[in-house]
C-alpha cells in the first residue's frame, strides 16, 4: 500500500510539473484544434507534430535553405538584369 501512495506522489508530482511547464496547455489546445478540424487529416499524428512545431526543418536544414534562398534572389536579380538590358537592346 505504500509503494502504491509513493507512486500517486510522483504522479502527481509529475502532472504538476508538466501543467507548470505548459506542456498540458499546448498539448490540450493542439488536441482541440484537431478536434475541431472539419476536415479530418489523414494522419492525425503528423497534424499533432506539425502543430507542436516538430514537423519543422532542422536548424541545419534551415540555415541550408536560407543560404540557398539567398543564392537564388542573387541569380534572379542577375537575370532581371540581363531581361532589362536585352529588352533594351530589342527596341
Do not use: W
Amino acid at each position: 500500500m505504500a509503494h502504491y501512495r509513493a507512486s500517486e506522489s510522483k504522479r502527481e508530482q509529475f502532472r504538476r510539473y508538466l501543467e507548470k511547464s505548459g506542456v498540458l496547455d499546448t498539448i490540450t489546445s493542439v488536441l482541440v484544434a484537431l478536434y475541431e478540424e472539419t476536415d479530418k487529416p489523414n494522419n492525425a499524428l503528423d497534424f499533432i507534430k506539425l502543430h507542436l512545431g516538430a514537423g519543422g526543418p532542422e536548424p541545419a536544414d534551415a540555415e541550408a535553405l536560407r543560404m540557398e534562398l539567398s543564392d537564388l534572389q542573387q541569380k534572379c536579380n542577375l537575370l532581371m538584369e540581363e531581361n532589362k538590358e536585352l529588352r533594351n537592346r530589342v527596341r
